[in-house]
């Protein structure tokens, strides 16, 4: 009797070892094991060792990794016009990119702030957006990545697998309204007011920028000319910073029908539909949203506002 009641305590403790195994009771594989374990996240590896971030992501974290495929490395060889071994040959590159796919804490796919900023164990941000079910990740080069494997399990964390690699800022306010034809006017204005250091600057700022028909209509408004406007720094001043906003504000983040702050002193508000209200009861409307800079956000208006007369 006593054997048999041995036999039966030995088999349920057998059992439950089982059971606990199964449901990963402790015995869960890393970040870099479930990495290594994939055949399509060999690059990732590599790259991961190259960069001397293995102990860093077996540490116990929790860490949240946005896990670029090997068709993706090989996609962004192409895109930089270099070769793997001189891509992990640089250290300091792979290391800023890979340090841009590591949240710090525990992001499960249900807990993502669609919309808003993250912001990565490497300092940059990105955001991610929903669409029909799917999610996406706009980088801070305005690129964009798909999540096509979500809440892979480590015992430090999470995997998300992505099929694009995602790359931080390499332009500030000012150089990316420069890179866009549309914004030509705004960056004349920005430099005949001497701006452009302050919006290159560390902020971060939020820029409402207007295109090149608004900055005609503002001028068929006022009935001057574009050289009239430029030459007016005052008058072109307090226009410009009535466009900047202290922060860095996401369109999720817009306080809408809450007055806005802006670095020049007046205040505008915002409406459910994207419509801005200025000073003077004008109606502006935000026609393009988040495009993402190293020191802020941009959104585009169709419309200059004005500060109060």
């Given at each position: ?33 479930i ?21 860093t ?31 992990l040959?640089?250290?300091p ?21 669609a ?42 964390g ?14 500030n ?72 906003v ?8 817009v306080p ?39 020191n ?11 500060p109060?007369?």
């Amino acid at each position: 009797m006593q054997r048999r009641s041995i036999l039966l305590a030995v088999g349920a403790a057998t059992v439950g070892s089982s059971l606990l195994a199964a449901c990963g009771g402790g015995n869960d594989p890393d970040i870099v094991q479930i990495a290594q374990s994939n055949p399509d996240l060999s690059i990732l590896v590599e790259a991961v060792a190259a960069a001397g971030l293995v102990d860093t992501l077996k540490s116990p974290g929790p860490f949240t990794v946005f896990a670029p495929t090997n068709a993706a490395f090989v996609s962004l060889l192409g895109e930089l016009g270099v070769t793997k071994d001189a891509l992990l040959a640089n250290k300091p590159l792979l290391t800023a990119v890979l340090t841009y796919h590591v949240l710090s804490g525990r992001v499960d796919k249900a807990a993502i702030p669609a919309g808003k900023a993250i912001s990565t164990v490497g300092g940059s941000i990105f955001k991610i957006d929903t669409s029909s079910g799917a999610l996406a990740i706009t980088d801070g080069r305005n690129r964009v990545s798909k999540i096509i494997q979500t809440d892979i399990n480590a015992s430090n964390g999470v995997i998300h697998v992505i099929d694009k690699v995602i790359l931080p800022a390499n332009k500030n306010i000012v150089e990316t309204a420069a890179g866009i034809s549309d914004f030509s006017i705004l960056v004349e204005a920005v430099i005949a007011a001497n701006l452009q250091g302050t919006l290159s600057g560390v902020g971060p700022f939020t820029v409402f920028a207007p295109t090149n028909a608004a900055f005609a209509a503002l001028l068929a408004e006022l009935g001057i000319s574009k050289q009239a406007l430029l030459a007016d720094v005052p008058l072109l001043t307090n226009v410009l910073t009535y466009h900047v906003v202290a922060g860095r504000v996401l369109k999720a983040d817009v306080p809408v029908g809450t007055p806005i702050a802006t670095v020049q002193g007046g205040k505008f508000t915002v409406d459910s539909t994207l419509t801005i209200t200025d000073a003077r009861s004008r109606k502006a409307k935000i026609v393009a949203t988040d495009v993402l800079t190293s020191n802020g956000v941009i959104h585009v208006i169709d419309k200059v506002i004005l500060p109060t007369a």
